[in-house]
């Protein structure tokens, strides 16, 4: 779904008023793998919509986590980041220089904790975090 007519329909599926801040924001999300912090959603936001502000994009990223259309991440990288992944359950890949996220679909087996090792905890999800340098960041063979 990457039509504005179909973003449109589903905002108003949602109960959602169609505003062209909504719009911008669900659009940049669409299929989206780069898991971009609100910050730079607010960037490419901005060159689509030059009056939008960073509270409207923040406000539209958390309606869209109350109506379960993103997740948000904390993955260590010092910023919340926005997966719309919804639809798969998947793990992340973390480059620890630039910060860069990407879903990994990898059947890690299955991880569950035998009751003593929950504390007390009832779990309700399990995410692995495959963490190193991304190809743009390691470092060259023989440098
Ligand atoms: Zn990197
Ligand atoms: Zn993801």
Known sequence: MTDVEAIAERLRARGLRVTPQRQVVFGLLDGNQEHPTVEALFGAAREALPTISLKTVYQT?????????????????GAVRVDPNVEH????????????????????????????DRQGFVVRDVQVLFRGECAMCVPAPGH
């Open 61 to 77: 990223v958390h309606e869209l986590e109350d109506l379960g259309e993103v997740r948000l991440l904390d993955v260590g990288t």
């Open 89 to 116: 359950p998947h793990h992340h890949l973390i480059c620890t220089e630039c910060g860069s996220v990407r879903d990994v679909l990898v059947d890690v087996g299955d991880l569950h904790l035998a009751e003593r």
